[in-house]
């Protein structure tokens, strides 16, 4: 029983056994295949869980979080980090640095992308890594727009490259940064001595840049309190605190402690001077029957001093006591009565500033007013003379903040030509305008402008509201008479209950506007303005390309160009358009433009003679006002709008071009031509080629923008070798080939091809029926440049040899009727074995089919060779010989010796000397004849020629015996 029992508790152990490593090994196998990217914790910002910001501001301050195990799966991977702030209106602006507390590289430190967020990599070397505590140095949270008691999450995200599910984690510390509501002194401040100063300070409290004379709490002085956080850490507190005071927490003894105190910048944040309406005036007029204005601030030291308004006349003399009602000062926000009557009209400055310390930078605002006794608006105008076209500003002033005001000028003033459609947008709809439009003469505002006829229209007007001080328009002069224009200013619409004639903004109520008297008006003059045309001037070449450009005055929307002989301007369309858009730089542009054609001044341009090529602005051209330039214009109505003109000549087509041939052939292994030359005028050309067997090939080629034309390749290997004609046809000015044959180039070539050509008709024939068909036909204008050349086998020929010395250069020159970078001409020295020595090639050579090679002697020994051109087709050989390289020997002088005395004078010697070298020197140029006699007479020719010639001479003298 003992030895049973022990045999099954083995089987159940071993079991056992294998059982957990099996399950052992699952249980690994999944944590491998599900590790989880790691999420940060124990998130701080300037080391506590929240902060509390006094006021909409910036404040810098350290982010920190503890993250473990990166790269739980691959090492080395990037772990991609991203702290940001959630809430609206909050975002970080920039940061100082990345601190690790553990060894993990930094592979891309803090950047502040777009969305306001810190980024920024790191990149550890092995798997499973505890970061530590990972320190966003001088963080710097923008709260500026945020409002008081708006607060924000701070979320740190980790996107692991290294963990196998490919996920990323995200921790948020809710509420980590507030916006404080409005403290005001019971933020631990208090005034002891009621002098509108909160100079005693406990803890919580907000301290400003530019405060003296504080008392702290427990007699602490001011550099009892450090720096908190951030790059300025440990920084101690000023006394007086310096306008440059690093703002944020600070830290402090007891009872302040840990962030204790704030030091924060001192704004005013809102001033306003409001009239009874509770409209801003800042800037505009502030009338005196406003018994009810104010002026309203806003502002955040509201804990620290009370806030004192200041008011001075334009001499700079204080009339506070005189315009506020109450009180001139006053803690917190909100406003501070005036009574504007109680000074006389003028200019004033309004200044708000703290009552003691805080009245620099930011802590003090003023504005401007002017206090008007008048009941009466007034009208100014920017300018009082402007160009025809030009906009003209002007401004309604004097009027209470919010009042509409009715601004017309009167039919009289229109320009000729307009329409109702134009004068509706006479005073524009800009600035401070509410609407425009045009009465009629029915009292009603006109509301069928586009059929509207403009002699039934009244005046055109503007609805101009008061806001900040004025209201401002402007007029678009363009469609104003060159004369003397007046502008009438009308009072202020009284509400709908008082039966005003536009109390929202929109003339309601014709009648009553009708009945009022003006309160201002103004005169301006406008003056004709102008337009030019730079091109195109001088020459014009029927059918060529041009450029329409120019200038025009501020305002010309769109100019028409015309064309005069002796009769009515006749208009030029462009590119079936009747105008030019004028663009917003005041020039105008159409390029690439073919002003010649088959329409009234198109038609004008296509005949060659002189005429007046003018440019005007398209109202102007628009004499009956449809909307639509007239075809034709008189010269006075022409001369009588913004019009310019200049002279332009119209000259006939022209063509020039040539056939590009080598040695005036083509070879037929090419059987290819080139063609170009110039064609002003035209688009496309006609090409013919005929043989002498009435064989032909032909054409169409096009003409670029700037008249030249080059085509090549074009085939001619159906054509007969022998005598070729080449011919360029130009369907002339009218655009037909000869009487109404063809209307185009590509037609014109195909009937040469299918019906000249055809048949049994010789080459002559051929081409008369060419010629009587174009330019020999009836009243044609037809244009044809022929050339003749010939179509024959491929030849390169060897025509001369220079240089033959061995070591020096040999050149080759030769003739050839081959075309040029298609083929190559190689050119080999071989040696009485055949064998390759040297070798040079060419693929260059001019018309005249001449080409040449050098080949290096260096390395050749005199001797017999022979001298191969190949074409690739045909070559051809010539024997040379290889000589040697000419020496030139001087002989040396030598000394007479002379057995007279020493004493005798040397003359005899250097008459010696000096003739030695003489002789010499003529020997030397005889022995230099000789050797150019030695190589050959003509060079290439060797000895063996001269025997030869030699033994026949000597024939001949036994003939003759």
């Known amino acids: ?554 305002g010309t929307d769109e100019v028409a160009l015309y064309a005069r002989d002796n009769n009515d301007f006749e208009l030029v369309t462009i590119d079936d358009d009747r105008t030019i858009e004028v663009d917003s730089d005041d020039t105008f542009e159409e390029t690439d433009v073919v002003i010649s054609g088959d329409t009234d001044g198109n038609n004008l341009l296509s005949l060659p003679g002189t005429y007046r090529l003018g440019i005007i602005d398209a109202t102007d051209a628009d004499t009956n006002s449809d909307g639509t330039v007239e075809d034709t214009l008189t010269t006075s109505d022409f001369n009588s709008g913004i019009s310019s003109t200049s002279s332009l000549t119209v000259t006939d087509t022209e063509l020039n071009g040539s056939f590009v041939t080598y040695n005036g052939q083509i070879a037929s292994d090419d059987a290819q031509v080139d063609v170009e030359g110039t064609a002003p005028g035209k688009d496309e050309l006609a090409v013919a080629f005929v043989d002498s067997r009435g064989n032909a090939e032909a054409y169409d080629i096009t003409v670029d923008s700037d008249g030249t034309f080059t085509e090549e390749d074009l085939d001619i290997s159906t054509l007969n070798e022998g005598s070729v004609s080449a011919h360029i046809i130009s369907s002339g000015r009218d655009g037909v080939f000869g009487d109404g044959v063809e209307n185009s180039a590509s037609a014109f070539a195909d009937t040469i091809m299918g019906d000249y050509a055809s048949g049994a008709s010789t080459g002559n024939q051929v081409r008369d029926r060419i010629l009587a068909n174009s330019v020999d036909d009836t009243a044609s204008d037809d244009l044809i440049v022929t050339e003749t050349f010939r179509l024959s086998d491929g030849l390169t020929t060897i025509e001369s040899v220079s240089g033959v010395e061995s070591g020096g250069t040999l050149t080759v020159e030769g003739q050839t009727n081959r075309v040029p970078d298609d083929n190559t001409i190689t050119v080999e020295l071989l040696d009485q074995d055949d064998e390759s020595v040297t070798i040079a090639s060419t693929d260059e050579w001019g018309t005249d089919g001449q080409w040449s090679v050098e080949m290096d002697l260096a390395n050749v020994e005199p001797g017999e060779y022979t001298l191969e051109s190949d074409d690739g087709d045909n070559t051809d050989r010539q024997d040379i010989e290889i000589v040697e390289e000419s020496q030139e020997t001087t002989q040396q002088p030598t000394t007479q010796t002379t057995e007279e005395p020493t004493t005798q004078e040397p003359t005899t010697t250097e008459e010696s000397t000096t003739a030695a070298p003489t002789t010499t020197e003529e020997s030397a140029g005889t022995t230099e004849d000789t050797s150019g006699e030695s190589g050959s007479g003509i060079p290439g020719f060797g000895m063996g020629i001269a025997l030869v010639a030699v033994l026949g001479a000597a024939l001949l003298a036994l003939r003759q015996n």
């Open 1 to 554: 029983m003992t030895d049973t029992t022990n045999k099954l508790r083995a089987v159940f152990l071993t079991a056992l056994m294998i059982g957990s490593v099996f399950t052992a090994g699952i249980a690994f196998t999944g944590t491998a295949a599900a590790a989880n990217a790691s999420s940060p914790n124990n998130i701080q910002v300037g080391g506590q869980d929240s902060i509390e910001l006094s006021e909409p501001t910036t404040q810098t301050e350290d982010v920190t979080f503890d993250i473990s195990n990166l790269n739980p799966d691959n090492s080395g991977q990037t772990v991609e980090f991203t702290v940001s702030l959630d809430a609206a209106n909050f975002e970080f602006s920039d940061a100082n640095q990345v601190q690790v507390s553990n060894d993990v590289s930094i592979s891309q430190n803090e950047q502040v992308n777009g969305n306001g967020e810190i980024t920024f990599n790191l990149e550890p070397s092995s798997s499973g890594v505890d970061a530590g505590t990972i320190t966003v140095d001088g963080a710097v949270i923008d709260a500026t727009a945020a409002s008081a008691g708006a607060s924000s999450d701070v979320t740190v995200t980790v996107d692991d490259s290294g963990a196998n599910d490919d996920t990323t984690a995200s921790t948020t510390l809710s509420s980590a940064v507030t916006v404080a509501e409005s403290t005001g002194p019971a933020d631990g401040r208090s005034d002891s001595d009621g002098d509108g100063k909160y100079e005693t300070v406990g803890p919580n409290s907000v301290v400003y840049q530019g405060e003296g004379d504080l008392d702290f709490a427990n007699d602490l002085s001011a550099s009892s309190f450090e720096r908190a956080s951030g790059s300025n850490e440990g920084v101690p507190l000023e006394m007086p605190i310096p306008s440059d005071q690093t703002t944020g927490t600070y830290d402090g003894p007891s009872p302040f402690g840990n962030g204790g105190l704030t030091v924060s910048t001192p704004r005013v944040t809102t001033l306003e001077v409001q009239n009874n309406a509770g409209s801003d005036v800042s800037g505009g007029i502030l009338n005196t029957n406003q018994d009810n204005a104010v002026v309203e601030v806003e502002y955040n030291y509201d804990n620290a001093e009370d806030i004192e308004l200041t008011v001075e006349d334009e001499d700079g003399l204080d009339v506070t006591d005189e315009i506020v009602d109450s009180a001139a000062t006053r803690n917190g926000d909100g406003s501070i009565a005036i009574n504007p009557s109680a000074v006389d009209a003028g200019e004033y400055t309004f200044e708000v500033a703290g009552v003691d310390d805080l009245d620099f930078g930011d802590a003090s605002e003023s504005v401007s007013v002017t206090i008007s006794s008048s009941q009466t608006a007034s009208l100014s105008l920017a300018e009082d003379e402007v160009v025809q076209g030009a906009n003209l500003q002007y401004t309604v002033e004097n009027s209470p903040e919010g009042n509409f005001h009715a601004v017309t000028v009167d039919s009289s003033d229109f320009r000729d030509g307009v329409s109702t459609e134009n004068v509706a947008n006479l005073l524009r709809n800009v600035g401070d305008t509410t609407e425009t439009g045009v009465v009629n003469d029915n009292g009603a505002v006109e509301t069928d402008l586009e059929n509207a006829d403009i002699d039934n229209v009244d005046y055109a007007y503007a609805i101009v509201e008061i806001d900040g001080g004025n209201g401002v328009g402007s007029i678009e002069t363009q469609y104003l008479d060159d004369s003397s224009v007046d502008v009438d200013l009308y009072p202020a619409s009284a509400d709908a209950a008082d039966d005003g004639y536009a109390p929202d903004g929109s003339l309601d109520n014709v009648t009553t506007l009708n009945g009022l008297e003006t309160d201002d008006d103004e005169s301006f003059e406008v003056t004709e303005g102008e337009v030019s045309l730079d091109s195109p001037t001088g020459t014009y070449v029927v059918g060529s390309e041009v450029d329409i450009n120019g200038t025009a005055n501020e």
